[in-house]
């Protein structure tokens, strides 16, 4: 069986080759058939092609194969109408129980193929069955969602420690220019409310505790107890909080506003790896500044912590930075930094997996990036209960 659709449409003046489908029988035995596709597969093809496709269904339909390979070697060229007119190709042979494989198919119609068929699926894919009178119908969907979701948040930390490995094995992969206005946004600009709240934590904590500790002549451990509160626990969390609801948030809405505009699509179309070239500089600049931000923060914080010293406790400013150091350790320091570099991937990450999940028009930009403020802020709370009592038994 060897047949060829007469073309309607011979070359035109412009010398733009025709657009040609030929069927013939597989020689490799297995019964099926073998399509070949040649010219261009783009916008100007799409309606001179279609119709040469339902012209050659009949054909098929004698056929009765199995199985039909279709070649895409002699493509020129392609474009995202004539992916989606291979899609079209799929769904008719798909409901005539007919499967269907794409040999020597280019890069760019393999990413093509892939984005359709993930916004096909988002579209088609429909909310779970819920039964408001039924708890355990409800309980099980809402597992059923967790279970999703964690596996899609899985997914993405999976790429993104990919990610991160590529960076560190070729460097000069890494757009440095984005992660350095990266940088500039999270960390230079936050100095001032990463500061004031610090400092006025650290006077808040110093004030409460010499009320206790003055009536019983114990204000000199004062400087103690916020150096190590706030350089062991209350530095790295509160820095994290900061971040999250300011940078954190800002990640989310950026990248969920390029999906509502399609931004990442073409990204996807055009080669490019949406991971590396959006989110890998936005938490690459988090592991940098939030570290940076915490030890600013604990250094304000003992400022605070000072002028109640000075202030209400009539300690002289070099006793009170004396008594501080005494009690602050190295590995106090080292351990507020791990924090604060585990932090750091959190908020971002998550954040910038927030901000691919947006789906829609811009009321979904709101609601994913509250979703990434609440979600990091859970996450930093679980990783430094999870780091309190490792460091417990470690120590």
Known sequence: MN????????????????????????TAGTGGLRLSVSGP?????FTDFLAEWQALLPDIDAGRPERIAVDLAPVSTADSAGALLLMQMETDLKQRAIAVDFLHASGDIEAMFALLREQSARTHAGPVRTDGGNLLVRVGDAGVRAHQEFVVLMTFFGEMIAALADACRHPRSVRWGDVLVSVQRAGLEGLPIVGLISFLLGLIIAFMSSLQLKPLGAGVYVAALVGISVVKELGPIMTAIVVAGRSGSAFAAEIGTMKVNEEVDALVIMGFDPMKFIALPKI????????????????????????????????????????TLQGILV??????????????????GISCQRGFLVTGAAEAVGRQTTSAVVSSLFLVIIADSAFAIALHYIR
């Open 3 to 26: 047949r060829r659709v007469p073309d309607p449409h011979p070359p035109d003046t412009s010398g733009r080759p025709s657009r040609r489908l030929s069927l013939q029988r597989d």
């Open 41 to 45: 597969l783009d916008r100007d093809a």
């Open 284 to 323: 690459l600049a988090a592991v940098i500044v939030l570290p940076l931000l915490t030890l600013y923060a604990d250094l304000f914080a003992i400022l605070g912590g000072l002028v109640v010293g000075v202030l209400g406790l009539d300690m002289t400013a070099q006793t009170y930075i004396h008594q």
């Open 331 to 348: 590995t106090d320091i080292s351990t507020s930094l791990l924090k604060a570099v585990v932090f750091a991937v959190l908020i971002a």
